[in-house]
């Protein structure tokens, strides 16, 4: 890949973001009609790395989304479906209209994960500590027929406070999983404040690499960092493999990043008119025109 | 599929229910190859040993850690595989419980979850080891489907019905070595459809599990007093065979059940609420566990003061019809 050319990737993927998290806030919008919040805060952390896995790293055909080869994700913070849906919807699993049916009666998409292969949503998640042993198994099965692709888990730093995530590391390890890629949203916080007053992680790194596991440390915010994570020539062999992925809770609007109240809020039209504003729409959501 | 005989049924009861599974798994692997185990570092205490090691790539142990087990299962069964989750009753219906609801009943997952040495078959090593609560957390899971095999050719028929139903299982596994026989000849094995194994006029006596051979032997007891008791073998627990329950009350009039379980949640609870639904008159009594944590005392013993001996069942009933 030349160098303009991976400037255009990066250009692309962080279009993508943008565009994801405009769609969270419509999607938060439609939250608070239906009498709900959303989950802004955790969602808008890990968007990078979805948009990143989404629009450049992973395997997958939206057409086709039983293909039994195409490369899995897990979303193990279930709660995290704001940096999840829009990227599935982008991808073309279904229209982008649809997003805007979130959290309402009838809807498949809702405040948590609901397994819906058409929608290419893998397993149904958002009780925490679960989707990595689900991850874990995915992988086991890939490796017992030979199937070469890759199983992707993006776990909440929070989240490991789960002993049950533990239990799972352990197996990867065992089993010299190097077909199963592990994130770590790192935003510090979890849903009752600042996550080191309430268990202390770090060094989350070591945790993770005493446990057998190679380790990278990455900014999640920055898409070369994640291409650069993800590139097959840092894929470990016979071990398995976890992004540290240090992010900021509520990244990309400047009143909900490292503000827990955005852990899971009721958007007012003023802020939501704001957050448009500060990803380069109009205040009623529009695209504005670039010069 | 092994054939049930005279002489299969005594091998499977020397080696209780749990050893009949694992010979039945690998009947069950050599037909099917997608046929998959996990365990949580009891493959010898739940007898996958021997699957492990005909099948080693279709092994996975996972340590102790149940969670995780169940969790992996359902990554194994989300991949296309037919998956064999197995410890004891009381860590699979219980420890896991949130896994088995959550990762596993709510996607409909095909994962088979075996809870070995259910109800109090643990004996003297005590009450964490007891299970006398599973079938009533099991019934509570929508898509959950509840086998309680009565003997070693059930739990073959069992283990072979439930790797070719697509869904999650809970296989129930009760008792210890040389355990009681009920079947020595072929019989029709259908997830949901009661086994008759007596008929009878006066009375129906519903056994699941390890009562289901004390239930018939209260049966015959009754039998040389002149009093008519139909058994019913209620090895599948959720679906339940409404039909056959809705007809022992109708034609009978009265209904015992007996289960090493809980007196709360279980089959008697299940059988209770068809009866007070189909609007019958009949009469209910339920045979099961105390509804408290017992002293810890032998297998035998505790059987014998829950009064879940063939004598003890049949006085009961003497009692109630009175």
Known sequence: ?291 | MLTVNAANAKSWSEIGERGAFGKSLIDVANEMADVVVVTADLADATKVREFSKLFPERFFQVGIAEQNMVGVAAGLALYGKTVFATSFACFSSMRVCEQVRTDVAYPKLNVKIIGSHAGYAMGTLGTTHYAIEDIAIMRAIPNMVILSPADGAEVMKATFAAAKYPGPVYLRFTGVENNPIVHTNEFDFEIGKAITLKEGQDLTIIGTGSLVFEVQGAANLLEKEGISARVLDMHTLKPLDLEAVRKAASETGMIFTAEEHNIIGGLGSAVAEVIAESGSPARLVRIGTPDEFVHIATYPTLLDRCGFTSEKIYRTIKTRIK
């Not at chain 1, 890939?142 to 197996?171: H, I, P, Q, R």
């Open chain 1, 1 to 291: 890949m030349t160098e303009k050319t991976r400037c255009e990737v990066i250009a692309q993927i962080e279009e993508k973001a943008r565009m994801m998290r405009k769609l969270s806030v419509d999607m938060g919008l439609v939250a608070v009609k239906a009498g709900a919040g959303a989950h802004l805060g955790p969602g808008y952390s890990m968007t990078d790395i979805t948009a990143t896995l989404y629009f450049h790293i992973m395997k997958h055909d939206p057409k086709n989304p039983e293909w039994k080869d195409r490369d899995r994700f897990i979303l193990s913070k279930g709660h995290g479906v704001l940096g999840y849906y829009p990227a599935l919807a982008l991808a073309g699993y279904f229209p982008v209209e649809q997003l805007l049916t979130f959290d309402t009666d009838e809807s498949d998409l809702v405040g948590h994960p609901c397994m819906n292969l058409r929608y290419g949503i893998e397993a149904s998640t958002g009780s925490l500590g679960h989707g990595l042993p689900i991850a874990v198994g995915y992988a086991l099965g890939a490796k017992l027929d030979k199937m070469n692709f890759s199983v992707y888990c993006l776990l909440g730093d929070g989240e490991c406070d789960e002993g049950s995530v533990w239990e799972a590391v352990m197996t990867a390890n065992q089993y010299r999983l190097d077909n199963l890629v592990a994130f770590v949203d790192r935003n510090r916080l979890q849903s009752d404040g600042l996550s080191r007053e309430i268990i202390q992680m770090d060094d989350m790194a070591e945790k993770w690499r005493s446990f057998g596991w190679q380790v990278r440390e990455i900014d999640g915010h920055n898409i070369s960092e994640i291409m650069d994570a993800l590139h097959i020539k840092s894929r470990p062999v016979g071990r398995p493999y976890v992004i540290i992925a240090h992010t900021i809770k509520g990244k990309g609007v400047s009143f909900f990043e490292d503000d827990n109240a955005w852990h899971y809020g009721r958007l007012t039209h003023e802020q939501a008119q704001q957050a448009y504003s500060e990803l380069g729409f109009s205040a009623e959501g529009e695209e504005m025109q670039k010069c």
